[in-house]
Every structure is written in structure tokens, then in C-alpha cells.
């Protein structure tokens, strides 16, 4: 499974984190998931809630708020947080006695993985994946994360858009992560499947073949902290009314407090 800390708040990256220590006891990693999928309902599910479901929200148990998510993510994807947060009930209840193996862990762990991805791809598959309109600035937006977390991202929304920009941001995330062969490979592909032109194959190619050269001078957030302060950069330049969603979601999971810095610019 994909070792990497998720996109998600940094408190539950924290307790993903100490999750995904094999050398600690199966008991208290299952204690440390479901503590993390509190802190993603309460600091991420219940932003992209409606209202009337906000207004019951002191009133839902942790099932209930995971249920709630329905409303915008995949049932699959939820379906398996509550796996993940059954398993973590069952060592509560059971204590050190509840016999949860590694393969629960891992299943656990894989699912709020797959959610943090969902996030992107279900925000793009309502409001598509453009710079007008409630996806307004999206692309750029998603620009700051790492290429490894965009590959996965337009990987998995490229099964419901197959636009050229989605397989362009798509080529450039996998040059931009040091996957040369799989970026020229991509754009291969895109074109024996016809997604894409000859024509658009052949720009696609330069284009690549040129940002390859200038690669070094590129801005690219290595990690989560490197994006935290490209995301700050790009905020001053996005206008107070273009602030919507997928910039809070993004903001969330950086650590950003939003409003703060376009108060700061406003």
C-alpha cells in the first residue's frame, strides 16, 4: 500500500502518522486511526456538509458524520471508513484482547488514504476541473501541491474527464516528479486511445521536451511544508471573491487559517 501521509489535516495526519509505526501494538494503532478519522469528520467532512446537516452535527456520533459524507464522496470510500473506524471501536470495546492484526491496519489506513484523494476527485467531478466558475482557479491551486499527490489526484479523476487539461496537468506532474519515462509514455498512450490528437501529442511532447530543460527553475513543492509556503505565495495573487472550496480544502490541509491570509492581502 502507499506508505505516504494522506492529504488530510495536519492533527490526523499526526495520529495517521503514529498509525502507520509497524513496531507499535496493532491495539493502540487501531486507537490512533479512529482518533484520526474523528478529526478528519469533524475539520474536513463537516466544511463540505449542507447547512441542515451542520445544525445536527453536535448531536452525531462519529458513524453518523462518516454517513453524512455520502452526500459528496463515493459510497465505496465511505463504506470502508467505517470499516476502518469499526476497527477501532472493536479495540476500544475489546481492549488489548481485540485480536486486530497488521492486515486490518493496512486495510485501515489504505482507506483514509483513498479518501483524501476522493476529496479532489468528487470537488472536481461537481464543479469540473477548469479556471471558471465554482472551479476557478482549481488548477493553479492544485499546481502547489507535490507531483506525487497530483499524479494520484488526476490519475483517479481522469476516469470521469478525459480532457486535454486533465491529461496535460497529468504529463506535467509526472515529469515534474521525475518520471520522464512515464510522462512521455502518458502522452503515448493518450493518443493510441484517442484521447487526444496527433496533433496535441506533438505539442504535448515539446512542451514537455522544453519544461524538462527549464525543470530546476520550477517552484515544485518537494514536500507538504514546501507547499504550505507556495500556497501562501499563490494566495496573494487569487481575488477575495475567487476564495472557494477547493481553496479551503487545500488551506485545510496545509494548515493554513484562510482567512487570515486574505485579510492580510484584502
Not at 468528487?122 to 501541491?145: C, D, E, M, R, Y
Not at 488526476?154 to 521525475?178: F, H, P, Q, W
Not at 510522462?183 to 493510441?192: A, R
Request: charged residues 25%; glycine residues 4%.
Amino acid at each position: 500500500m502507499n506508505k505516504e501521509i494522506p492529504l488530510i489535516v495536519p492533527i490526523a495526519a499526526s495520529y495517521f502518522k503514529k498509525a502507520m509505526t509497524s513496531q507499535n501494538e496493532t491495539y493502540y494503532r487501531s486507537l490512533d486511526i479512529r482518533i484520526c478519522l474523528e478529526k478528519i469528520a469533524n475539520l474536513m467532512i463537516y466544511e463540505f456538509v449542507e447547512s441542515h446537516i451542520k445544525e445536527k452535527w453536535g448531536r452525531y456520533d462519529l458513524h453518523e458524520k462518516l454517513l453524512a459524507s455520502k452526500t459528496f464522496l463515493n459510497n465505496k470510500v465511505v463504506t470502508d471508513l467505517i470499516g476502518a473506524k469499526k476497527i477501532g471501536n472493536k479495540a476500544v470495546h475489546e481492549g488489548l484482547e481485540a485480536n486486530i492484526t497488521e492486515n486490518n491496519i493496512e486495510i485501515s489506513l489504505e482507506a483514509v488514504s483513498n479518501f483524501s484523494i476522493e476529496m479532489f476527485v468528487s470537488f472536481f467531478k461537481v464543479n469540473g476541473f477548469h479556471n471558471n466558475g465554482p472551479s476557478k482557479w482549481a488548477p493553479t491551486i492544485l499546481s502547489v501541491l507535490p507531483p506525487k499527490y497530483r499524479i494520484q489526484i488526476l490519475n483517479k479523476y481522469l476516469e470521469y474527464d478525459k480532457s486535454y487539461l486533465v491529461i496535460r496537468k497529468l504529463t506535467m506532474a509526472y515529469l515534474k516528479n521525475g518520471q520522464d519515462n512515464e510522462c512521455f509514455q502518458f502522452i503515448e498512450k493518450s493518443y493510441s486511445d484517442n484521447l487526444i490528437s496527433r496533433e496535441e501529442a506533438e505539442t504535448l511532447n515539446y512542451d514537455m521536451v522544453s519544461l524538462k530543460h527549464s525543470i530546476k527553475l520550477l517552484p515544485i513543492s518537494g514536500n507538504l511544508e514546501k507547499a504550505k509556503d507556495n500556497f501562501q505565495d499563490l494566495v496573494k495573487f487569487i481575488p477575495v471573491n475567487d476564495i472557494n472550496k477547493f481553496a479551503l480544502l487545500v488551506s485545510m490541509i496545509l494548515g493554513i487559517d484562510l482567512v487570515a491570509s486574505t485579510d492580510s492581502i484584502s
